[in-house]
T-cell receptor
Framework: SQTIHQWPATLVQPVGSPLSLECTVEGTSNPNLYWYRQAAGRGLQLLFYSVGIGQISSEVPQNLSASRPQDRQFILSSKKLLLSDSGFYLC??????????FGNGTRLTVT | GENVEQHPSTLSVQEGDSAVIKCTYS??????FPWYKQELGKRPQLIIDIRSNVGEKKDQRIAVTLNKTAKHFSLHITETQPEDSAVYFCAASSGGGSYIPTFGRGTSLIVHP
C-alpha cells in the first residue's frame, strides 16, 4: 500500500534562517506531488505541485521554492524565512484515479 | 479558474442531530468532488467523494449529494457524535493529468454532547 512520510513534525526557526522540509511517497510511481500551507484556523493554500521529476509549478509568489530530485521525493525550501512563513505545511500525493492523500504535516513556527 | 464557496463557516449542533454543509462550484467541467475531515492538529483525511455521474453516495452516517445543474454539492452527517467535531473541507476538480483540486474555506463543526 502507499504511504507518505513528511518530516520534521514540528520546527521552530528564527527569522532569516533557511528551511528544508522533505516529503517522500512509497508504494507508487510517478505520483503528482503537492505542497500546501495552512495558516492557523484557515484554509488550504496550494504552494507548489509537480507532475514529474524536475517539473514544478508555483501557485503563489513567495520566498519559498520546491524541488523534486527523485520521482517520489518533494522538498520545500527557503533561503531566508519570514515571520509570515509560519504555518502548517502539508505534503500530498495523488496517482492515477486515487484521491489526494495528505502527509501528517510540519508545524513551522518562525520566531 | 474554479471557485468553490463553502457554507457555513461554523456549525454547532447537539449530539444526535444532523449536520449539513453546502458547497457551490463555478466550473461546469468539474467532475470530482471529495470531502475531507481535519481534526485539530492533524492532516485532512478523505471521508467521502462523489463523481459527476452519480447524484448521491452514502457511507454509514455520511452522505454526499450532487446537483450538477445547480453546481452545488452537500455533505450530510446524521446522528452526529462528539468525535465528528472537526473542520470539513469540500473540493472540486476536473481531473486530468495535472489534478489541481480547488478547496472550500472549511466548516468548523462542533458537536455538543
Amino acid at each position: 500500500s502507499q504511504t507518505i512520510h513528511q518530516w520534521p513534525a514540528t520546527l521552530v526557526q528564527p527569522v532569516g534562517s533557511p528551511l528544508s522540509l522533505e516529503c517522500t511517497v512509497e508504494g507508487t510511481s510517478n505520483p503528482n506531488l503537492y505542497w500546501y500551507r495552512q495558516a492557523a484556523g484557515r484554509g488550504l493554500q496550494l504552494l507548489f505541485y509537480s507532475v514529474g521529476i524536475g517539473q514544478i509549478s508555483s501557485e503563489v509568489p513567495q520566498n519559498l521554492s520546491a524541488s523534486r530530485p527523485q520521482d517520489r521525493q518533494f522538498i520545500l525550501s527557503s533561503k531566508k524565512l519570514l515571520l509570515s512563513d509560519s504555518g502548517f505545511y502539508l505534503c500530498a500525493w495523488k496517482a492515477g484515479n486515487s484521491p489526494l492523500h495528505f502527509g501528517n504535516g510540519t508545524r513551522l513556527t518562525v520566531t | 479558474g474554479e471557485n468553490v464557496e463553502q457554507h457555513p463557516s461554523t456549525l454547532s449542533v447537539q449530539e444526535g442531530d444532523s449536520a449539513v454543509i453546502k458547497c457551490t462550484y463555478s466550473d461546469s467541467a468539474s467532475n470530482y468532488f471529495p470531502w475531507y475531515k481535519q481534526e485539530l492538529g492533524k492532516r485532512p483525511q478523505l471521508i467521502i467523494d462523489i463523481r459527476s455521474n452519480v447524484g448521491e453516495k452514502k457511507d454509514q452516517r455520511i452522505a454526499v449529494t450532487l446537483n450538477k445543474t445547480a453546481k452545488h454539492f452537500s455533505l450530510h452527517i446524521t446522528e452526529t457524535q462528539p468525535e465528528d467535531s472537526a473542520v470539513y473541507f469540500c473540493a472540486a476538480s476536473s481531473g486530468g493529468g495535472s489534478y489541481i483540486p480547488t478547496f472550500g474555506r472549511g466548516t468548523s463543526l462542533i458537536v455538543h454532547p
